[in-house]
């Protein structure tokens, strides 16, 4: 019996079947598989854990290369506190029906009202049904393409970056672009029409990407390409960073009674 149990956890290795050698290795969990009389269902049940199991490291390791600033999800967010985003259609996209069809989604306003919060819920969503995203600020996305052309990998890295099922460009209006880096960009966006998403924010209305790139030719190529299939939201309110730090600025100074 010990033989026959090395050599099938010997063949279990082999197949990589991980999560079936936890299981046959846990006393507890191999208590749970004398329940099953039909070997047809314990195999299946065996089957199913091992497929749980390599699911959810594929989504981690989808997460890690994901490269979020931080991790946010649409149940964190509030809405109260944003009424100009539409909970309805944030919750539609996260069917993430967007991706499928190759759509984008845009959000504006000024900084610190959830917009980052937004795109990289929506970016989560994605990662756990097995999309490939990438998060990055317009800043690292110019940064990197420039490296690449130093180096003579651009193609390489546009190449690469063409590989992701959702790009999310954040920040965008915070610098402008010069010649070169304008160029770049529209390079990402050219590339990604209408084969790729792309969520991209930005402080800025589309009226003053006109300061962001270089001329305004590149201005009309990048918005015809980007609007063309997109979900637009305009937000407004105040910083809830400054809020939250006004707050606690009150309570510190509030006299004790």
Known sequence: MTTNFDQLEAGLKRLKLRRIREILQCDDSRKQLEQFNDPVELVAYLVQEEVSARDATLVEANLNKAKFSSLKTIDDFDFALQPTVDETQIRALASLDFIRSAENVLFLGPSGIGKTHL?????????????????????????????????????????????????????LGFLSLDKTASSHFF??????????SLIITSNRPFQEWSGV???????????????H????????????????YMQTEEKRVMPVS
Do not use: C, P, W
């Open 119 to 171: 795109s990289i819920a929506l970016g989560y969503e994605a990662v756990k049904a097995g999309y490939k995203v990438l998060f990055l600020t317009a800043q690292e996305l110019t940064s990197q393409l420039y490296a690449s052309l130093a180096d003579a990998t651009f193609q390489r890295e546009l190449e690469r970056l063409g590989k992701y099922h959702l790009l999310i460009i954040d920040e």
């Open 187 to 196: 390079q990402v966006i050219n590339q990604a029409y209408e084969r790729q």
């Open 213 to 227: 790139f270089y001329d305004a030719v590149i201005v009309t190529a990048i918005l015809d390409r980007v609007l």
């Open 229 to 244: 299939h997109a979900h637009i939201f305009n937000m407004k309110g105040n910083s809830y960073r400054l809020r939250e």
